[in-house]
């Protein structure tokens, strides 16, 4: 009996991935634990090793193909004595080997009511008035995005080091400094123990001789370990020495939920260090936002929450060819014009609210969305602004509800512009609960789409 | 007070503190107390005097309600930051918790500073906004000041880590308390000093009590020269009540850290006559140890007596340095009592750069 061998999944997010090379060739007898081939993603490498014995009967996805979606067959296995023809025929051929490079669509399934999501979206670049008119735009990964702006920084001023676990020799638990330690050495790429608490103390004390430290938390849910170091020294001490001593650092890492990780590497955390005088809070979307106010928050003097997304590491945005692209940090950016209502939301949200506009946009709703880049400072006038124009409002964020960030917003909007709305803002929020593993419980633990559908038209009175 | 009362006192001090240094478990001995030259004792009993006449003026400001708040007397310990800081060298940084008056003085922050941040002022180190337990000076190279038990381990390891960075060759002395010593950043603090060879010289103030938890209750390793064993740090036990061996230790120990091969720990066996703050009743230990301790170790006590017996100064030149001392720390007062609190407008500045 035949068979399939199919493409593994290297982590949970992973959708696809390149089969590098096989290590084992058609006809070959394999038995359980033998390498049979090497696949990579742009984060890892990992070897396939066969759990039955038989023969390789048939090489399905040969090397060095890319884009191979996870559970493809890749392989046929027959039995030992087995006719290997008769195997093969039988053995489900991939019908969709080489996908397009789509971004990953982790945790958008909805409730039975809500339409299914459409493909991922294009994101389209608003260059306003942030990039020069006519400029080059290249396509990269947040990921690698994010591993330029240090790298460029890093260049630009030799007292940008970054530490962290696995930053160096590994290139990155989720491969964000791929590359550093070969081009700037042990000394500025500095791999740490496995103890927050302390590198985090460590490098405030190096940001207050004037270092500009990189810390990477392999999750911020590590740095809950860390945050006492975080706030009462990176923080206050500006303000305790009567404005002497500041610590420029930049405290970096995926914040929020990944997939299937549960309950204690699933949290967003924008909200918490958003409540924190003395900090700047920044979690961009796109790649372009991730490489410019990185940049920006590596020069800043002032310690820094540069909260990421480990599912928008993999998604490709334009990004503008400029030698030294920087963004301002505390301004919120209009991702898209609209008339009828306003969706305000930032980092990992934004997908909800990107893929909500567009089947709103079918049922004639012209929805404006608020990219809010930066949490604190907040950019209030943007988002003032865009609500006094529709009269409407919506916060998306995979955060808590209670004394979330969204809570800030529709407080901020209450205050100041509260006779220009013709309905009363609503929050799409992660649910109250801890995050659960089970598939169907993540999913209704998280925001979708649908619900913030059911939210403007709510907010519409459609 | 007899001399020959003294001299009791002095055997007695030297058989209940004994200097040892260990190296994983292997210890070794280490030189005899060196004696100071007449210049040396000069101007450790100025410096030690500045502090504990700083510090009994300000209790008596914290009784009179000028100071509020938390407030952390060094009175009986002085003999460890003044002596440690003999044996450091101009670029050297220091940083320590919240008991950090006498580091500051010792430092060469300005008495008038330091006192009116105590009274929350305009014109305090911080501009008022931080208060005893946060001050900060740049230029005298003082890193604070910190108020979380421990936190400044971290901190002071990250110092030396620039130091290294920039190949400066300079060394952090990181203060801490017994009470702090038990804190688990302590320790991923020295883990990652000795991986990294980095220059800090952990100075760990053994006071007795950690607020009001004698130190046999809350450690159960009392020995703190020990705790950088696992490490591989070495450590020493000093008589922190005798600014000489506190000297003697504190070169070895920058020494040891200049000279690239990480850090080194130093138990300094000190007391605190005070309370922990000043609305601690002490009631954990009795009187009679804290009057056996001042009257027979006393740091300031110790210097005076050479001052007068090895370099024949007479009383009332020490009583002219008395005067001066007093001078410089009525003076800190009386600014301190006057200087006007924070312009309201000071709420909103400082807080990002």
């Excluded at chain 2, 209940?16 to 001995?29: E, F, L, P």
């Excluded at chain 2, 060759?169 to 990294?196: I, K, R």
């Excluded at chain 2, 300094?268 to 309370?275: A, I, L, S, V």
Aim: glycine residues 10%; hydrophobic residues 40%; charged residues 25%.
């Amino acid at each position: 009996m035949a068979i399939d061998i199919l493409m593994p999944a290297l982590s949970p997010t992973m959708e696809q991935g390149k089969l590098a090379k096989w290590l084992k060739k058609e006809g070959d007898k394999v038995k359980p634990g033998d390498v049979l081939a090497e696949i990579e993603t742009d984060k890892a490498t990992m070897e396939v090793e066969a759990v039955d014995e038989g023969v390789l009967a048939k090489i399905l996805v040969g090397d060095g193909t890319d884009n191979v979606a996870v559970n493809t067959p890749i392989a046929v296995l027959a039995d030992v004595g087995e006719d290997l023809a008769s195997a093969v025929a039988s053995a489900k051929m991939p019908d969709l080997v080489a996908l397009p490079a789509a971004a990953p669509v982790a945790s958008e399934a909805a409730p039975a009511t809500v339409p299914a999501a459409p493909a991922a979206p294009q994101v389209a670049y608003d260059a306003g008035t942030e990039v020069p008119a006519g400029t080059e735009m290249v396509n990269m990964t947040v990921r690698e995005a994010l591993r330029d702006a240090m790298a460029e920084e890093m260049r630009r001023d030799g007292n940008v080091f970054v530490m962290g676990e696995e930053v160096a020799e590994y290139q990155g638990a989720y491969k964000v400094t791929q590359g550093l330690l070969q081009e700037f050495g042990a000394k500025r790429v500095v791999d740490t123990p496995i103890t927050e608490h302390g590198f985090a103390g460590i490098g405030v004390g190096a940001a207050f001789t004037g270092l500009r430290p990189i810390v990477e938390f392999m999750t911020f849910n590590f740095a809950m370990q860390a945050i006492d170091q975080i706030i009462n020294s990176a923080a206050k001490t500006l303000y305790m020495s009567g404005g002497q001593l500041g610590a420029p650092i930049v405290f970096r890492g995926p914040n929020g939920a990944a997939a299937r990780v549960a309950a204690q590497h699933s949290q967003d955390f924008a909200a918490w260090y958003s409540a924190i005088p003395g900090l700047k809070v920044v979690a961009p979307y796109s790649a372009a936002d991730a490489k410019g106010l990185l940049k920006s928050a590596i020069r800043d003097p002032n310690p820094i929450i540069f909260l990421e997304n480990e599912i928008l590491y993999g998604q490709s945005f334009p990004v503008p060819v400029l030698d030294d692209f920087t963004l301002p940090i505390g301004k919120a950016r209009i991702h898209r014009q609209g008339k009828d209502v306003t969706i305000v939301s930032f980092g990992m949200g934004m997908t909800y609210a990107i893929k909500a506009a567009q089947e709103l946009e079918k049922e004639g709703i012209d929805v404006e969305i608020v990219d809010l880049r930066t949490i604190r400072p907040m950019d209030t006038d943007t988002i003032v602004a865009s609500v006094m124009k529709t009269g409407r409002c919506i916060t998306v964020e995979e955060g808590y509800p209670q004394s979330g960030v969204g809570a800030e917003i529709v407080a901020r909007i209450m205050e100041k512009a509260f006779d220009y709305l013709d309905a009363p803002v609503l929050r799409v929020t992660g649910k109250d609960v801890p995050m659960p593993y089970a598939a169907n419980l993540e999913k209704l633990a998280l925001p979708n789409v649908g619900e913030v559908v059911q939210a403007v038209k709510a907010v519409t009175y459609r | 007070m007899a001399v020959a009362a003294r001299k009791a006192g002095r055997a007695g001090s030297s058989a209940a503190n004994k200097s040892t240094a260990n190296k994983g478990s292997a210890r070794k001995a280490v030189p005899n107390t060196p004696q100071f030259d007449k210049s040396q004792d000069l101007a450790a009993y100025n410096e030690m005097l500045l502090i504990r006449r700083f510090e009994e003026k300000s209790g008596q400001m914290y009784g009179m309600g000028l100071i509020g708040g938390f407030c952390h007397l060094y009175i009986g310990q002085e003999a460890v930051v003044v002596g440690m800081q003999m044996a450091t060298k101009p670029g050297d940084q220091v940083i320590t918790g919240y008991r950090d008056h006498g580091h500051m003085l010792a430092c060469g922050m300005d008495a008038k500073g330091v006192m009116a941040e105590l009274t929350g002022r305009r014109g305090g180190l911080s501009k008022g906004k931080g208060g005893s337990m946060h001050m900060f000076s740049k230029e005298k190279h003082f890193y604070g000041g910190h108020g979380i038990v421990g936190a400044q381990v971290s901190l002071g390891t990250g110092i030396a880590f620039a130091n290294r960075y920039r190949d400066n060759g300079n060394v952090c002395l990181t203060y801490f308390g017994d009470g702090a010593a038990n804190q688990g950043q302590v320790y991923e603090s020295f883990n990652m000093a000795e991986l990294w060879k980095l220059p800090v010289v952990y100075v760990i103030e053994n006071n007795r009590y950690a607020m009001g938890t004698a130190v046999s209750r809350a450690s159960a390793q009392t020995d703190f020269s020990k705790r950088g064993v696992s490490f591989n740090i070495p450590g020493e036990q000093v008589d922190g009540m005798d600014v000489r061996a506190v000297y003697a230790a504190g070169q070895r120990a920058v020494e040891h850290a200049r000279s690239g091969k990480g850090p080194y720990i130093l138990e300094m066996q000190t007391y605190r006559y005070r309370g922990h703050s000043m609305s601690d009743p002490a009631k954990y230990r009795t009187k009679d140890e804290v009057t056996r301790m001042r009257e027979e170790h006393d740091p300031i006590e110790q210097v005076r007596r050479r001052l007068l017996e090895s370099w024949k100064l007479s009383e009332d030149e020490l009583k002219v340095i008395d005067g001066k001392v007093r001078e410089i720390v009525n003076e800190a007062a009386e600014f301190a009592t006057h200087d006007p609190e924070p312009d309201p407008s000071e709420l909103y500045t400082d807080i990002l750069l």
